[in-house]
């Protein structure tokens, strides 16, 4: 079958995490002979599990009538009852029910569906919709709005401009580049931000909502990790906190990280109405909507006690679980600055050994010699390069075990 597929989707790789996952399988066997099992600290998923209220809702509601049956892409009315609940909770943000909430089957489903709906597809590069993705930043991004034949233009996060980078020379250095403005459809921020775990202040969000306003470009906020946080100080708000942010913004939730259900597959988009509303009649078409026993369940779990509970008692893990990491790179030798550890996700970002000039090669080697996977930096953008992710959402043991084999391996900084 010739040209069956279009260009955009014949260029795109396998997603990182698949990949890594591929290959820790090819070489398993060999390293559980070295006596290296490999430990993931590749994927941003929970390994704990969920919570107990949660589950037990689950099998309660598996035997109701009519549960198995489909349900609607929007969500049932109890399950956006609920978000609108959460949302007030969480934030004193006031959402309607009807038009300004819908249900995903998780956020990336959402993602791609929003960014394809908005995206005219192109095939010259100076013709293509425009999306601004932060970079480095959630490697979906950029493979979503190319597989929509869009374009993906970085915006960077830097130490320099402290992660929240001044949108208006962004928009300069875009026109430098020979692009049209009018072709910017909507700018994704990140905060929390998966791989750094920077988040960003109020008034860096309040700018970038003038921004938006300003040109007229969608703001789609991306708030996967707004329930994984260690300190109050530093406690993630929505961008629809601020007046008249939802004439120009929808926000993504999920509610795989905070209740570690990420094969449930459930999330919601909030905000503008007619965005949520046009969103949601395309999706029509695809899904129908969430098995309804895992809406009703979840819509107990986000307003409850219980749930409450659970995201307080997994931050702490979190902490101890980046003192348990921090102690160990510090001494492998790594430049750790304990003022500027991230506050917020489960992430730790750090910079390849001296001796390697590319993120791949040094975790490639890792993985190779000492069954460790992690993610190299420039698969979350051009920005990423000469860094590394680690996610520490395994057992203590296991992230011990780690530092104890960089150690006998020879691994330092
Ligand atoms: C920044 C960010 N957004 C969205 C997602 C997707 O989450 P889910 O589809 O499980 O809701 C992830 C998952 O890692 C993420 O890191």
Redesign the pocket.
């Known amino acids: 079958m010739k040209n069956l597929f279009n260009e955009d989707v014949m260029a795109i790789d396998t997603y990182i995490m698949v990949k890594l996952k591929e290959k820790t399988a090819q070489l398993a066997d060999a390293l559980e002979k070295k006596n290296r099992r490999p430990i993931s600290l590749s994927m941003?998923a929970p390994t704990s599990n969920p919570p107990a209220v949660l589950i037990d809702k689950l099998k309660e509601f598996l035997t109701e009538d009519n549960i198995h049956t489909y349900s609607v892409t929007r969500g049932e009315p109890y399950f956006r009852q609920a978000v609108a609940q959460r949302m007030k909770n969480h934030f004193g943000v006031e959402l309607d029910v009807n038009s300004e909430i819908c249900s995903l089957l998780?956020?990336?489903?959402g993602?791609a569906n929003l960014i394809r709906f908005i995206i005219t597809p192109h095939h010259e590069d100076k013709q293509k919709d425009i999306i601004l993705i932060p970079d480095p930043g959630?490697a979906s991004y950029g493979q979503m709005i190319q597989c929509s034949g869009g374009k993906a233009y970085p915006v960077p996060l830097t130490k320099e401009n402290n992660y929240q980078p001044d949108m208006e020379s962004v928009l300069a250095k875009l026109l430098e580049d020979g692009y049209d403005r009018s072709k910017i459809k909507a700018l994704i921020i990140?905060y929390p931000n998966?791989p750094l775990g920077v988040s960003a202040s109020r008034e860096y969000v309040k700018s970038i909502i003038d921004f938006c306003k300003k040109y007229d470009i969608l703001l789609i906020s991306?708030a996967?990790?707004c329930d994984i946080y260690f300190d109050e100080k530093e406690k993630p708000f929505s961008v629809l906190e601020f007046a008249g942010a939802k004439d120009i913004a929808v926000e993504?939730f999920?509610l795989?990280k905070p209740y570690a259900i990420?094969g449930w597959?459930l999330?919601w988009l909030c905000g503008n109405s007619e965005v949520v509303g046009r969103f949601a009649k395309g999706k029509s078409t695809i899904d129908n909507g969430i098995f309804k026993a895992l809406q009703k369940a979840c819509a107990y779990i986000l307003n409850s006690p219980e749930g409450e509970d659970y995201i307080y008692q997994g931050n702490l893990d979190y902490k101890r679980k980046q003192a348990i990491m921090v102690k160990g790179f510090k001494e492998l030798g790594w430049p750790i600055d304990e003022n500027s550890l991230p506050h917020t996700t489960f992430y730790l970002w750090l910079p390849v050994p001296r001796k390697y000039n590319s993120s791949f090669k040094f975790c490639e080697d890792l993985l190779e010699k000492s069954g460790i996977v992690i993610v190299p930096g420039d698969a979350f953008g051009e920005y990423g390069q000469g860094y590394f992710r680690v996610s520490i959402v395994c057992s203590d043991e296991q992230l011990q075990e780690v530092i104890d084999r960089m150690k006998a391996d020879g691994f330092k900084y």
């Open positions: 941003g998780g956020s990336k489903d993602l959630y990140n998966n991306d996967a990790y993504f999920s795989s990420t597959r999330g």
